[in-house]
């Protein structure tokens, strides 16, 4: 279970927010892909035990070519045995 979902996790409360809504979004709020190019950062956070998650946004994250751009530069986590 998410924050996402809006119950929280860790607590079980349903006190969850979001900025998923909001056009105002610091530098955190973003994964600059090109000048002229991001994707945002959806913040969620309890408001009863001050949980959070980050998710990108879901339409950012659909479009391919945005997926394309991030993978091109981040490195792939190596899976650990």
Same mark, same amino acid.
């Given at each position: ?17 979001? @900025?998923?809504?909001? @056009? +105002?979004?610091?530098? +955190? ?37 945005? +997926? ?14």
């Amino acid at each position: 279970m998410s924050l996402k979902s809006g119950t929280c996790s860790a607590c079980g409360e349903s006190n969850v927010y979001t @900025n998923n809504e909001s @056009n +105002r979004r610091g530098e +955190r709020g973003q994964i600059v892909l090109s000048a002229f190019k991001w994707m945002y950062i959806d913040t969620y956070i309890c408001s009863v035990c001050g949980k959070f998650e980050e998710y990108v946004n879901d339409k950012d994250f659909r479009d391919e070519k945005n +997926r394309e751009k991030l993978f091109q530069e981040w490195d792939k986590v190596p899976k650990n045995f």
